[in-house]
């Protein structure tokens, strides 16, 4: 089957540096991407990785390993409006797109 | 623009009621998407389609159906529902290239009794 894996909650504090991890097992890979859902809203696109390394936008960068099946979330400069739920999410050809279950984020002051 | 647009927001059906949900994007986008959203379970993909005229089905298909006759709409009918189909669904949108940016509507919150 395919999945991916990532932690259900992590908690920080504001002003703190986050990292929320992803593991996956998919039948084909094209890309790694990660969106940001607040309570009550829709998911919205954050970044995205086709190749290994790092991708750097603003206060977020995102990592992928493809060897390794691995990507991560880099939050920096934590602010209280971070809360919320990270997913990933892995293009597995067609443009068919798998979702994580969801990391919920709490920023704390 | 209005972006992604879903109808209706709320909806309450009993067990056996058929209904229909609506999506429209204005963004020319080719492909539109359907998922469901589970507490817990994150995004499912129900059907998806690749342009007008044209629908796959995804992770959780059964019980659902859909149909795509203009490229800016995408509905997605539900037969016979059953509480299991107590969800929110989100439909999305994106041009099908690159990183293949998904757009998302603002969902709509259905309660089968």
């Known amino acids: 089957g395919q999945s991916l894996e990532q932690p259900s909650e992590v908690t920080a504090v504001e002003g703190a540096i986050v990292q929320i991890n992803c593991t996956y097992q998919?039948?084909?890979?094209?890309?790694l991407s990660w969106y940001q859902q607040h309570d009550g809203g829709a998911p919205t696109f954050l970044s995205y990785n086709a190749l290994d390394g790092l991708e750097e936008t603003g206060r977020f960068s995102s990592f992928l390993s493809r060897s390794d099946s691995y990507g991560y979330l880099l939050l920096q400069e934590l602010q209280m409006k971070d809360s919320a739920s990270y997913f990933c999410a892995v293009n597995t050809g067609g443009f068919k797109t798998i979702f994580g279950a969801g990391t919920r984020l709490f920023v704390k002051a | 623009n209005a972006g992604v647009t879903q109808t209706p927001k709320f909806r309450v059906l009993k067990t056996g009621q058929s209904m229909t949900l609506l999506c429209a994007q204005d963004?020319?986008?080719?492909?539109m998407y359907w998922y469901r959203q589970d507490p817990g379970m994150g995004l499912r993909l129900i059907h998806y389609?690749?342009?007008?005229?044209?629908?796959a089905k995804g992770e959780v298909p059964d019980g659902y159906n859909v149909s795509r006759l203009k490229k800016q709409n995408f509905l997605l009918g539900l037969e016979s529902a059953a509480p299991s189909q107590t969800s929110v669904y989100f439909c999305a949108s994106s041009q099908g290239q690159g990183p293949n940016e998904q757009f998302f509507g603002p969902g709509t919150r259905l309660t089968v009794l």
């Open positions: 389609s690749v342009g007008e005229g044209t629908t």
């Open positions: 963004m020319n986008h080719e492909y």
């Open positions: 998919t039948s084909g890979f094209y890309g």
